[in-house]
């Protein structure tokens, strides 16, 4: 097959870079909002350990 | 420590974005486009980097999963996790960005007569039943032990298949790492090289923050359960009461550090 003309192989580089950014960014979004899961239960625990030591 | 460790994980992490930089800003302004494809060979310097890491993780994994064996440390066993999961949504992009190529350069969007194509699918579907293996048995030792033999024996079909392939007639893929394939002018060649180090750098970063997030996430269930055993009591969503419902991940049963 003859090479793409520039207009009509940008859409093709395009999407193929758009995919390689767009499914590591997804990845680290899913691990960003475990690992704020994550915080706001470490916040939890110690309010409740601070709870405890105070009620003593 | 954990600071410590928290600062290199941003040190990598901003390695990472500037060599990815410098890698898109060599391919679109200094890399001569490609005689015969034109400009849709600009997909090779993101694919054919994707594709080696992914199966270099593979093998990782493997190299992981004998460690496992050998030491019976739970850290390698959540790295071979780790290093399966990451070359997997490599194996996507690969996958999907390949698919595109072909369709720009040969017309199609798959061809099932190309033995690179479909080796690497074959590979791609391998490690997707990794998943379900892994996750069917209960018991944790046991989960690691079949999953670091799963990697092993997978890791070892990675290069196997790889020279099977070699072996192949090739009609429409190109050969990379060849004689004739892989002379390519000095300009390509040097922006194929960093995008593989950023490629490489980006898998490294991506796997270092899954072990991290997996060793908070195995360090608070120990603490739950010392302070449940301690004075606490049953703590509200704890482990007593997402006992029945947890699914077992390699960093549960992983100790401090990663």
């Known amino acids: ?16 870079y758009v995919i390689f950014a767009v ?34 | 420590m954990t600071a410590l460790r928290s600062n290199r994980l941003a040190l990598l992490a901003a390695a990472t974005a500037c060599l990815l930089a410098l890698a898109l800003a060599l391919v ?3 890399a001569p486009l490609d005689a ?8 090779f310097y993101v694919h054919v980097p994707s594709a080696i890491v992914a199966l270099g993780g593979f093998v990782a994994a493997g190299v992981m999963g004998a460690l496992y064996l050998r030491s019976g440390n739970p850290r390698w066993d959540l790295r071979s996790y780790v290093a399966i999961h990451l070359s997997v949504i490599f194996g996507c992009v690969v996958l999907a960005t ?4 072909a369709r720009a350069s040969w017309g199609h969007w798959w061809l099932w007569d190309e033995p ?23 018991d944790r030792e046991r989960q690691a032990r079949a999953a670091s033999v799963f990697a092993i024996t997978a890791g070892a079909f990675v290069p196997v298949n790889f020279i099977a392939v070699r072996l192949a007639e090739s009609f429409t893929h190109p050969r990379v790492l060849s004689q004739t394939g892989g002379n390519m002018p000095g300009e390509m060649r040097l922006t194929f090289l ?12 991506l796997c270092r923050l899954e072990i991290a997030a997996k060793t908070l996430s195995a360090q608070l269930s120990e603490l739950r359960r010392a302070l449940e055993s301690a004075h606490v009591g049953a703590l509200p969503g704890g482990p007593r009461a997402r006992r029945s419902q947890a699914p077992s991940t390699p960093a549960a049963s992983t100790g401090a550090g990663g």
């Open chain 1, 1 to 16: 097959m003859p090479a793409l003309p520039l207009d009509e192989a940008g859409k093709y580089v395009a999407a193929a």
């Open chain 2, 28 to 30: 679109f302004f200094y």
């Open chain 1, 23 to 56: 499914l590591p960014v997804i990845y680290v979004a899913i691990l960003a909002s475990k690992i704020g899961r994550l915080q706001s239960e470490v916040a939890r625990l110690l309010e409740l350990v601070r709870d405890e030591r105070s009620g003593r």
């Open chain 2, 116 to 138: 690179v194509l479909v080796s690497f699918l074959v590979i791609f579907l391998l490690y997707c039943v990794y998943y379900p293996l892994r996750y069917s048995i209960d």
């Open chain 2, 194 to 205: 960093v995008a593989l180090a950023a490629v490489a750098l980006l898998y490294v970063t």
């Open chain 2, 36 to 43: 015969d494809q034109g400009f849709v060979q600009k997909i």
């Open chain 2, 98 to 101: 390949g698919s595109i190529w």
